[in-house]
């Protein structure tokens, strides 16, 4: 039996939620470092949703921290790549960290920011993302599978 608190919410492809951490977006870590950023992006109320090929999941836009790049960078660029939608660093409010799981990975922390968009972007489907959806977080997406550990994420930055 372990002594390891419950995880906050799995998804459907083994990720664990560990924590969500609310400290400064400055922090730095010694263990489980900051290796990936999200973004919960909201207009008129919906939240944006991006349909990931290879896992056939819906997820929040996101993704890995290149080398020389910070957390908020790297949120800018992977929304920008996923979805086309632009958005200045300054726009992003930094929720907290998430720290993660996956089955065959070490823990991990990833950087959460929110946003409001008064004009969403026209989309393309690209080699990553076949699509994108405006979710009210409770109606069925149209297809696929949802990572839960991203919309539990983002009903913590709900707008």
Same mark, same amino acid.
């Given at each position: 039996m372990s002594d390891s608190p419950a995880p906050?919410?799995?998804?459907?492809l083994g990720m664990r939620l560990l924590a969500f951490e609310r400290l400064?977006?400055?922090?730095?870590?010694?263990e489980a470092p900051v290796a990936? &950023? =999200?973004?919960?992006l909201w207009h008129a109320g919906l939240l944006l949703m991006v349909h990931v090929r290879h896992r056939d999941?819906?997820?929040?836009p996101g993704?890995?921290?290149d080398p020389g790049e910070t957390a908020r960078e790297a949120a800018v660029r992977e929304l920008r790549e996923e979805t086309s939608h632009p958005i200045a660093p300054a726009a992003l409010t930094?929720?907290?960290?998430?720290?993660? &799981? =996956?089955?065959t990975k070490r823990v991990l922390r990833g950087a959460l920011y929110h946003a409001e968009t008064a004009h969403p972007t026209a989309f393309e489907p690209n080699d990553e993302i076949s699509a994108i959806h405006w979710w009210n977080l409770e109606d069925p997406l149209p297809y696929g599978r949802l990572q839960t550990v991203d919309s539990y994420l983002a009903t913590l930055v709900r707008a």
């Open positions: 906050l919410a799995t998804g459907p400064p977006e400055d922090t730095g870590f010694t990936y &950023s =999200l973004v919960a999941c819906w997820e929040l993704g890995s921290i930094f929720a907290g960290f998430a720290k993660t &799981s =996956l089955p």
